[in-house]
């Protein structure tokens, strides 16, 4: 079994910052990607950053320059830092992990309960 916890989220005024933090706990062997997305109401879900093991991240247009992912491999944990943050920046934000369970060959997809992050005035 594998979990994926997530916290961190809240009310924020705009340009206000937050941080999301995500931690797997379990039958775990490895973990590869580990990322954070975001669903706002009447929309898809949609990436918004993303870290390799290796430690490379990819991020969203809409937040490059403003969040930050970063991942602590001990602790089995990905952060992500949100600053100036804005009204567009509203939703249910959901962390995603890649994780090889302990005796098996391959990785699955495992996804967090989702934390709100309101951005308002």
């Known amino acids: 079994q594998v979990q994926l916890v997530e916290s961190g989220g809240g009310l924020v005024q705009p340009g206000g910052s937050l941080r999301l933090s995500c931690a797997a706990s379990?039958?775990?062997?490895?973990?590869?990607?580990m990322g954070w997305y975001r669903q706002a109401p009447g929309k898809l879900r949609e990436l918004v950053a993303v870290?390799?093991?290796?430690?490379?991240?990819n991020y969203a247009d809409s937040v490059k320059g403003r969040f930050t992912i970063s991942r602590d491999h001990a602790k089995n944990t990905v952060y992500l830092q949100m600053n100036s943050l804005k009204p567009e920046d509203t939703a249910v934000y959901y962390c995603?992990?890649?994780?090889?369970?302990?005796?098996?060959?391959?990785?699955?997809?495992?996804w967090g309960q989702g934390t709100q992050v309101t951005v308002s005035s």
């Open positions: 870290i390799l093991s290796g430690g490379s991240a």
């Open positions: 379990g039958n775990i062997f490895r973990i590869h990607a």
């Open positions: 995603n992990a890649h994780i090889v369970r302990n005796g098996a060959s391959a990785a699955y997809e495992y």
